[in-house]
């Protein structure tokens, strides 16, 4: 079955412009979270859904980042007036479950392929 | 921050078992030790996670000491598409919520 599907692979702007990075989750996932990942650091928490609810958004850096999942399933991670700092893969993961069931169901997040962003 | 103290890289013959340490001290009872690996530039991908007990699947074992201060990730025959960063993460479902935090994991190379 399709996996987490990310859009787009690659985004080059220009610093000052507004991104915005779309995430389709499998099919019936309930809970969708981002992470940034620099280069050789691991992925860095920035916000998760369970169904339309934004849950927890301590990772989004400042509020030119803001995120949406209105009919809980697609999500649209927005950067507003990008700065070059912000050039980083965007990865998106799923999991079925809210993440209390997780615990007990072993629902793992399942990882996107990420959206590499470069800012000029 | 991270709650996990790893390797920054081992080698492992391919065919031996991949034995990778993950030190957490600072577990508390409500935690889980969580496992993810990272191939190149894919997303990370889930492999285990327990408690207190011994887990195991298709993919790894693992074995959680006793005090539950470090966990050891088993890979019983390692081969080449096991190169990977592998990342051991302690998760508290109440006080984290969903979330993953990751730390700089330890960078697995499997030579022929």
């Known amino acids: 079955g399709a996996g987490v599907s990310q859009s787009p692979r690659y985004k080059v702007t220009k610093r000052g412009q507004d991104v915005a990075l779309r995430c389709d989750p499998i099919?019936?996932?309930?809970?969708l979270y981002w992470y940034r990942q620099a280069l050789g650091q691991g992925p860095e928490f920035l916000t998760y859904?369970?169904?339309?609810?934004?849950?927890?958004k301590s990772g989004l850096p400042n509020d030119r980042f803001s995120a949406e999942r209105p009919e809980g399933s697609i999500s649209t991670l927005t950067i507003q007036r990008t700065e070059q700092r912000d050039s980083a893969m965007y990865r998106c993961?799923?999991?079925?479950?809210?993440?209390?069931?997780?615990?007990?169901?072993?629902?793992?997040?399942?990882f996107g392929d990420g959206t590499r962003l470069s800012i000029l | 921050d991270a709650k996990t103290t790893q390797p920054p890289s081992m080698d492992c013959a391919e065919g031996r078992a991949a034995n990778l340490p993950c030190n957490h001290s600072?577990?508390?009872?409500?935690?889980?030790v969580y496992w993810y690996r990272q191939i190149h530039s894919q997303g990370p991908q889930y492999i285990i996670h327990?408690?207190?007990n011994n887990e195991t699947n298709e993919m790894a074992s693992l074995i959680i000491t006793e005090d539950r201060k470090s966990s050891t990730l088993i890979l019983p025959h390692a081969t080449l598409r096991d190169t990977a960063v592998y990342y051991c993460i302690v998760r508290d479902f109440y006080n984290q919520g969903g979330k993953l935090i990751f730390g700089q994991g330890t960078e697995l190379s499997v030579k022929p």
């Open positions: 859904f369970n169904y339309e609810a934004q849950q927890d």
């Open positions: 993961a799923s999991s079925s479950t809210p993440w209390q069931v997780s615990v007990i169901s072993n629902q793992p997040q399942h």
């Open positions: 327990g408690l207190k």
């Open positions: 099919s019936g996932h309930v809970s």
């Open positions: 600072t577990i508390s009872g409500n935690e889980y």
